[in-house]
T-cell receptor, first 113, second 116 residues
C-alpha cells in the first residue's frame, strides 16, 4: 500500500543553523505534498505544500523541494529559531483519486538557543 | 484557530461506556476526516467523508462509528473501547474532493481520550 517514510526521527540544531527533513513516498501517482508543524499540545498546522508540477517552493525561511524521479521531497528551514522547535510531519496524496493524506512518522526538531 | 472545533477536549471513559466526539468546521469545507494520534502511529487516518458520504474506512474496528449529518459536522461514536484506544483523536476538514479549492487539510485541537 501507500507509504511515506520520514527521516530523521529527531533533529537537534543550534539556533541560526539550517534544518533539513526528508521524506520518500511509494505511490508514483502522488502529486500533492504538504508539510505540517505540530507544537507540543497543539494541533498540526499546515506550513507549506507543493504540487508535483513544481520542483521547489519557498515561503520566507522555509522551502520544500521535490524530486519526482527519486520520489522524495524535503523541508528546509533556514536561520532556525527556538520557536521552530516542534514535530514536523510530511504527507503525500494523489489528488486525482482523493484528498486522502498519507503521513510520515514525524520529525521532532529541537532548536537550541 | 477557531476554524475547526472539537468537543470535548478531554474524555475519560470505562470500557463499557458509550460516548461521542464532536467536530464542527466553520471554513465552508466539504470534506471531513478523523485521525488517531498516538505514540505508536503519529497520524493514522480513520475515516473520510466527502460531501457527507463516507469515502474511506481505514480498517477501523466497529467500536468506532462515524456520523456526518452535514458538511459542517462530524461525530465519532465510541462504545466498548479498549485501553489501547487511548489516544488523541483529531478531526480535520478540507475542500471537497473534485472541487476547485486547495486540498490542504485544517485540523481541530483534538480530543484526548483515556480508556480505563
Amino acid at each position: 500500500g501507500e507509504n511515506v517514510e520520514q527521516h530523521p526521527s529527531t533533529l537537534s540544531v543550534q539556533e541560526g543553523d539550517s534544518a533539513v527533513i526528508k521524506c520518500t513516498y511509494s505511490d508514483s501517482a502522488s502529486n500533492y505534498f504538504p508539510w505540517y508543524k505540530q507544537e507540543l499540545g497543539k494541533r498540526p498546522q499546515l506550513i507549506i505544500d507543493i504540487r508535483s508540477n513544481v520542483g521547489e517552493k519557498k515561503d520566507q525561511r522555509i522551502a520544500v523541494t521535490l524530486n519526482k524521479t527519486a520520489k522524495h521531497f524535503s523541508l528546509h528551514i533556514t536561520e532556525t529559531q527556538p520557536e521552530d522547535s516542534a514535530v514536523y510531519f510530511c504527507a503525500a496524496s494523489n489528488l486525482d483519486s482523493s484528498y486522502k493524506l498519507i503521513f510520515g512518522s514525524g520529525t521532532r526538531l529541537l532548536v537550541r538557543p | 484557530e477557531t476554524g475547526v472545533t472539537q468537543t470535548p477536549r478531554h474524555l475519560v471513559m470505562g470500557m463499557t461506556n458509550k460516548k461521542s466526539l464532536k467536530c464542527e468546521q466553520h471554513l465552508g469545507h466539504n470534506a471531513m476526516y478523523w485521525y488517531k494520534q498516538s505514540a505508536k502511529k503519529p497520524l493514522e487516518l480513520m475515516f473520510v467523508y466527502n460531501f457527507k458520504e463516507q469515502t474511506e474506512n481505514n480498517s477501523v474496528p466497529s467500536r468506532f462509528s462515524p456520523e456526518c449529518p452535514n458538511s459542517s459536522h462530524l461525530f465519532l461514536h465510541l462504545h466498548t473501547l479498549q485501553p489501547e484506544d487511548s489516544a488523541l483523536y483529531l478531526c480535520a476538514s478540507s475542500q471537497g474532493y473534485r472541487t476547485s479549492g486547495t486540498p490542504g487539510q485544517f485540523f481541530g485541537p483534538g480530543t484526548r481520550l483515556t480508556v480505563l
